[in-house]
């Protein structure tokens, strides 16, 4: 168990969240609060990513990041929009839905601490 702060990208502006890390040996870690919350990409609120694909779906992302710098709420990269909707498709979890019950993976891992 360790825990550390992360700052999440979310649809008023970045967020600094103190957040618990579980890891068992070399598996990756599992992050609770981003299950939870249904963090998107490790780095967006559900509702910033829905705004940010819906903005990149309007225009290129360098443009976006322009527009969001303008209106000076969230400041992702543009590398980070550009990414965004093609991992919404990967996964096929549809943003701005959070996850419902944990992986089956982490929900045991989570029950033996």
């Known amino acids: 168990m360790l825990r550390s702060s992360e700052?999440?990208?979310?649809?008023?502006?970045?967020?600094?969240?103190?957040?618990?890390?579980?890891?068992?040996?070399?598996?990756?870690?599992?992050?609770?609060?981003?299950?939870?919350a249904g963090i998107v990409e490790g780095y967006w609120t559900p509702k910033a990513a829905k705004q940010a694909v819906w903005m990149v779906a309007q225009m290129p992302p360098g443009e976006a990041k322009s527009l969001l710098d303008l209106i000076g709420?969230?400041?992702?990269?543009e590398s980070s929009l550009a990414r965004l909707p093609k991992s919404s498709m990967r996964s096929g979890n549809p943003i701005g839905k959070p996850l419902k019950t944990f992986s089956g993976k982490a929900s045991r891992f989570l029950k033996k601490l």
Do not use: C, F
């Not at 502006?13 to 890891?23: A, I, K, M, Q, S």
């Not at 709420?73 to 990269?77: E, G, Q, V």
């Open 7 to 36: 700052t999440y990208q979310s649809a008023v502006g970045p967020v600094r969240v103190l957040r618990t890390l579980y890891r068992n040996g070399k598996d990756h870690s599992i992050i609770p609060l981003e299950l939870q």
């Open 73 to 77: 709420n969230m400041t992702p990269s």
